[in-house]
């Protein structure tokens, strides 16, 4: 007869609460990124909390790996039925999950997935087809005789390296199609702007380049690098949802900002520990996340 129970009756009479717990980065003055999925989080707890949800925040420092380890310990401290993981640091991150396992605590990763534990789910972008999706994309942008330069500016305060991924996805696109186009390559190792452009100065003092392709978040940093030098005829292309990310684009700095929807990352993640543990459904092991194609033109749909 398709019949459904009334889930809020069902936690009313059986009075059980459910305790989560968010292991994930703060923002910083470097980026503000992980605002957009803590704000997500936060808006399914206020339409979830009725149901029997108790959440606890532990937010670490992203450039301090010890600080990762003193927040998991502090988790581990809680009585807890799951646990929303970002694993920034990946070798401790493993150990994080795995001494979850050993208390029974169920963990669910977001943005990163670590292919070796048993989450109950990863929700985040397929960082190959991103990849793909940003050389579909110069296809239409460019002619056959212009110069990519795929760019990956290396930063050493966390070990996750989406960049690779993406740059596969990126150079599989060109092989399948034998599009036989001009790329370069560059990596920039710098923590900062400054060593950045010396860096980046150089290289273009002595290649010309006309698209120029940023496989991570660091993109702002050549939009800003164009602006300073008054340079208007390279097109800019990179990844994700930042604040220092859109305002660029809003003022045309960058041309097109890959990303997914950070604030539905967040929802998705705690709605999906609803559905496990209170709604009774089953959970798919990965959740991709939409690839969205940011531009001056939508930006403001994706503002703070």
Not at 8 to 16: E, G, I, Q, V, Y
Not at 53 to 76: A, G, N, P
Not at 174 to 184: D, H, K, P, T
């Amino acid at each position: 007869m398709d019949y459904k129970p009334n889930i809020l009756a069902k936690r009313l009479a059986s009075k059980r609460v459910h305790r989560f717990a968010v292991l994930m980065p703060r923002e910083c003055v470097e980026t503000d990124y992980w605002r957009a999925p803590l704000l997500g989080i936060q808006s399914a707890l206020n339409e979830l909390g009725d149901f029997g949800v108790e959440l606890t925040y532990f937010l670490f420092d992203r450039q301090d790996r010890e600080h990762f380890k003193e927040m998991s310990e502090s988790v581990l401290e809680n009585t807890l039925d799951a646990v929303i993981v970002a694993p920034i640091f990946l070798s401790e991150a493993e150990r994080f999950v795995k001494r979850c396992e050993e208390r029974r605590i169920k963990y669910l990763f977001i943005n990163n997935d670590l292919p070796s534990s048993q989450p109950l789910s990863f929700i985040g972008p397929d960082q190959w087809q991103t990849g793909r999706l940003a050389a579909n994309l110069c296809q239409y942008i460019i002619k056959k005789e212009d110069r990519i330069l795929v760019l990956n500016i290396q930063r050493e305060f966390s070990n996750i390296d989406h960049s690779t991924n993406r740059l596969a996805g990126f150079e599989s696109f060109f092989a399948e199609n034998e599009a036989g186009w001009n790329i370069l390559k560059l990596e920039v190792s710098a923590d900062n702007y400054d060593i950045f452009q010396a860096y980046f100065g150089q290289y273009l003092q002595q290649n010309e380049v006309d698209v120029v392709f940023v496989t991570n978040a660091w993109v702002y940093w050549v939009a800003r690098y164009f602006e300073e030098h008054s340079i208007n005829d390279i097109i800019l292309i990179g990844y994700d949802y930042t604040s220092k990310n859109i305002d660029y684009v809003e003022r045309g700095g960058i041309d097109f900002l890959i990303c997914q929807k950070p604030l539905e990352l967040g929802y998705k993640a705690l709605a999906t520990l609803f559905e496990h543990f209170i709604s009774k459904r089953p959970i798919s092991r990965i959740q991709y996340m939409p690839i969205d194609i940011v531009t001056k033109e939508n930006s403001n749909l994706y503002k703070h």
